[in-house]
């Protein structure tokens, strides 16, 4: 295994070092709110991205952008620096890639209705359990009968069809309610209404723009402007379990690699995990438990450990750990918890110190060679080589303008799909492409394995844009596997979370 330049994260009486082919082990990053973790965030993100790392992080405060400046030699920081004894420290920009929902902050982010799925949707919708099985028959149905769930109103249009003629599927699907239809309508114009249309439609995101490196071999760093987002929590954090589900169902099994392919930062963690059903649980378990096989380190940020559960939680091996603030017995307790997490150290009262902790200071383990946890150190964690707080709103717009993939998502493609189908209307026609893997035999092989399709083009210095819209030869493969009758072909349609095709449609 080729070594690489482990990343120096703190600094107490001795440096404290995150090996990178430890970082795919997963990590937390915690602490009261003013306590140093977006800074934390921010030294570990542009050290990945040194390595030739891509990190993927949203934004919710507005000043991570700052990445992408140049740091300067401010007070706290040169304090910082001298403190530390910090040699050849030098201020430098990271390459960055700015995403936006809403295509203000941004290049717009994408996604369909199938690539979703049901199990995704209904917690955006927030259904019960029959309502939930309802979609699941509205998808089943989308899917066997080759109607393409691309925006909102193929999912309308779909309802529609579903609960005007739900004799012909109530023998084999059971009963369907029409007022379990009539809500889902009705949740589905509020999401509408919460700017979710903009979300639900092509171009989708092509996940190997999340993965590139620039002409010098550092990591690409994809920045989510994710303040306004944030005022629709649910819709924030199901559309980041989104990206991580199909980040799992997309990437192959790699093993233990010298650095991880991508690191993914999830911000305001506990969002994710608030009123969550037991079987969507399962589901995130699994993906954290799994996709660092295949290169992939998530790293959790939270105020407090307790906002994660403890099968997530027991799986973060590297950990920073800011101060926590104990005003009731309540308080008191979680800071002794967050305390016993940690491999105890015989000179520090781990859960006195995390109340101590000044800004900027961490309690922090990482992973030693042999996978196990080190020994908790208290230390100060070292300042950004970029600049800490938000960019103009000049600096940001020369940011778009110049990413290799402006002008790839910034137009919105509307194709024949259920709703035209549904409603005998016609719609914007896709440009056709020329890739070898869009023939049907091609998609075919892929899908089954007898066949192979054209590698996607590396990923590095100027690389080429995003996907382009699907060519009516790859909307005929797909709307043919969907016609698949069998039990293997319907369980190759949807992966973990009820994404359809796991990814693996979307591949060039």
């Given at each position: ?117 049901p199990l995704l949707l209904s917690r955006l919708l927030m259904l019960n359990e029959t309502q939930a099985g309802v979609l699941n028959l509205v998808f089943k149905v989308a899917d066997e009968q080759g109607m393409l769930l691309l925006d909102l109103k193929d999912l309308r249009a779909m309802m529609q069809y579903v609960g005007e003629n739900a004799s012909q599927f109530t023998t084999e699907y059971g009963n369907i309610s029409t007022a379990s239809v009539g809500a889902i309508q009705r949740n589905l114009l509020v999401l509408e209404q ?315």
């Amino acid at each position: 295994m080729t070594s690489v330049s482990p990343i120096l994260v703190a600094k107490a009486k001795s440096e404290i070092y995150l090996l990178p082919q430890m970082a795919n082990r997963h990590g937390l990053i915690a602490g009261a709110t003013g306590t140093g973790k977006t800074v934390t965030l921010q030294v570990l993100a542009e050290s990945f991205s040194q390595l030739g790392v891509p990190v993927f992080m949203a934004d919710v405060k507005g000043d991570l952008a700052g990445l992408s400046q140049a740091g300067s030699p401010t007070g706290k920081v040169q304090e910082r620096i001298k403190q530390l004894k910090l040699e050849d420290f030098r201020f430098s920009a990271c390459p960055v890639t700015c995403w936006d929902v809403f295509g203000e902050g941004g290049h717009p982010v994408r996604a369909t209705v199938s690539e979703m799925g049901p199990l995704l949707l209904s917690r955006l919708l927030m259904l019960n359990e029959t309502q939930a099985g309802v979609l699941n028959l509205v998808f089943k149905v989308a899917d066997e009968q080759g109607m393409l769930l691309l925006d909102l109103k193929d999912l309308r249009a779909m309802m529609q069809y579903v609960g005007e003629n739900a004799s012909q599927f109530t023998t084999e699907y059971g009963n369907i309610s029409t007022a379990s239809v009539g809500a889902i309508q009705r949740n589905l114009l509020v999401l509408e209404q919460q700017g979710a249309e903009k979300f639900f439609a092509e171009p989708a995101l092509n996940f190997d723009d999340l993965t590139q490196t620039d002409a010098e071999g550092k990591g690409v760093i994809n920045i989510l402007s994710a303040d306004r987002l944030m005022q629709s929590p649910k819709i924030y954090a199901t559309f980041l379990l989104w990206l991580l589900s199909e980040l799992f169902e997309r990437l192959p099994e790699v093993g233990d690699l010298p650095k991880p392919k991508l690191v993914f930062f999830f911000d305001e963690a506990h969002l994710l995990f608030s009123d969550i059903s037991p079987a969507l649980l399962e589901k995130i378990e699994q993906v954290v438990r799994l996709i660092r096989s295949k290169g992939v380190g998530i790293y959790f940020v939270s105020q407090n450990p307790r906002d994660i559960p403890d099968n997530v939680l027991g799986q973060l091996g590297n950990r920073v750990q800011h101060a926590l603030r104990a005003f009731t017995p309540r308080d008191q307790q979680a800071v002794k918890a967050a305390a016993d997490t940690f491999r105890s150290n015989p000179k520090l009262n781990t859960a006195t110190v995390l109340m101590e902790l000044a800004v900027g200071e961490a309690l922090v383990s990482f992973l030693d060679e042999k996978g196990q946890p080190g020994m908790v150190e208290r230390a100060f964690i070292c300042p950004p080589r970029s600049q800490i707080g938000p960019i103009t709103a000049e600096q940001r717009r020369q940011l778009i303008q110049n990413s290799v993939v402006f002008g790839t998502y910034e137009k919105v493609v509307d194709r024949a799909s259920a709703y035209e189908r549904l409603k005998g209307v016609h719609s914007q026609p896709a440009p056709e492409t020329s890739q070898p893997s869009d023939s049907i035999g091609g998609f075919f092989g892929n899908l089954f394995g007898g066949g192979s399709a054209a590698p996607a083009p590396m990923m590095t210095g100027k690389s080429r844009r995003g996907r382009e819209p699907e060519s009516l030869a790859q909307t005929m493969a797909k709307s043919a596997v969907r016609t698949i009758g069998s039990t293997v072909g319907r369980e190759l349609i949807r992966g973990v979370m009820g994404s359809i095709f796991g990814g693996g449609g979307r591949r060039r």
